[in-house]
């Protein structure tokens, strides 16, 4: 796993920020480094013929932001958004993009040496991208999500898209 090395030359584990949500009654963990901020759900705009997951834009401070609905993207049943629901805006490589979810319900700090690869059944096929590990506190299991692996790069410009031309080709 991870080590920093402190002045005296002896190691320490590494800190891991995250921000943990809520999606089909599973935790997910994003690193808190790759997320700008979290809102409740406005109006979002429908935009015809888009990728499935694609719920439309929102204009946040005068950007056009695309949003997904990560349930959708993952190919998990989800609850119909309500009160808890938020949209986590983040920053996958030079694309911004908003990811709804079910809740968010903390930040936590977890050493490294709690995470470890998910089994391999887990992760084979097109999920093994998305999914950096698991991390084992206490008796909870929370899935840590690879937020630059949840697009390819032809869907990461199929999305900029959409933020210069206003539309999501499907």
Do not use: W
Request: with cysteine; hydrophobic share 40%; aromatic share 4%.
């Amino acid at each position: 796993m991870a080590e920093s090395v402190t002045k005296d030359g002896s190691s320490s584990e590494e800190l891991l920020q995250l921000v943990i949500c809520q999606l089909s009654n599973e935790e997910f963990g994003i690193e808190i480094s790759k997320v700008k901020e979290i809102i409740r759900i406005p109006y979002i705009t429908k935009i015809p013929q888009v990728l499935h997951y694609v719920e439309g834009i929102i204009n946040l401070r005068g950007n056009l932001i695309p949003v997904i609905n990560l349930a959708d993207r993952f190919g998990l049943e989800h609850e119909e958004n309500d009160e808890h629901s938020r949209i986590v805006i983040v920053e996958i490589g030079n694309l911004v993009a908003g990811m709804v979810v079910d809740s968010v319900t903390e930040v936590l700090r977890m050493n490294s040496d709690s995470l470890e690869p998910a089994p391999d059944i887990i992760t084979k096929g097109v999920s093994e991208r998305y999914i950096q590990g698991v991390g084992k506190i206490n008796d909870r299991l929370l899935i840590l999500l690879d937020i630059d692996m949840i697009f390819t790069e032809e869907q990461k410009k199929k999305m900029g898209q959409l933020e210069n031309a206003g539309a999501i080709p499907a």
